[in-house]
C-alpha cells in the first residue's frame, strides 16, 4: 500500500492550500484517514482525521480554518487549509488505517510527505 501527498508550496498568510493523499495497492478497505504535521525540530503532530464512519476531529489550532474530506470510492482524503499563518508551516503527511485482505488486520501506512510553507 503507498500513500501519495500532494498539493503544498509556498502561501502568503491569510492564503489557502488544498493538501490530496491518494492510498493505492492492495486495499480492501480504510478506516481512519489522518493528517499529520512535523515542523523543524518538532515531532509529529496530528491536524485532522477522518474516521470510517464519517466523524472528523481537528487539532485546536486548526479549527474553523481546516477542514478535511475523503472521497471513498478513489481512496483519498483531502485537507483544506483556510486563513494560513506562519506557524502552519511544516511538512503535511497522511496515514491511513488500511485492511489489506477481508480476513486482515489493520495496519497504519504513512504518505511522504508534502511541504507547506507560510510566509511574506
Known amino acids: 500500500v503507498q500513500l501519495q501527498a500532494s498539493g503544498g508550496g509556498l502561501v502568503q498568510p491569510g492564503g489557502s492550500l488544498r493538501l490530496s493523499c491518494a492510498a493505492s495497492?492492495?486495499?480492501?478497505?480504510?478506516?481512519?484517514m489522518r493528517w499529520y504535521c512535523q515542523a523543524p525540530g518538532n515531532g509529529r503532530e496530528l491536524v485532522a482525521a477522518s474516521t470510517g464512519g464519517g466523524s472528523t476531529n481537528f487539532a485546536d489550532s486548526v479549527k474553523g480554518r481546516f477542514t478535511i474530506s475523503r472521497d471513498n470510492a478513489k481512496n483519498t482524503v483531502s485537507l483544506q487549509m483556510n486563513s494560513l499563518k506562519p506557524e502552519d508551516t511544516a511538512v503535511y503527511l497522511c496515514?491511513?488505517?488500511?485492511?489489506?485482505?477481508?480476513?486482515?488486520?489493520?495496519?497504519?501506512?504513512w504518505g511522504q510527505g508534502t511541504l507547506v510553507t507560510v510566509s511574506s
Open positions: 496515514n491511513a488505517d488500511v485492511r489489506t485482505t477481508i480476513n486482515s488486520y489493520t495496519y497504519t501506512f
Open positions: 495497492g492492495s486495499i480492501f478497505s480504510i478506516n481512519a
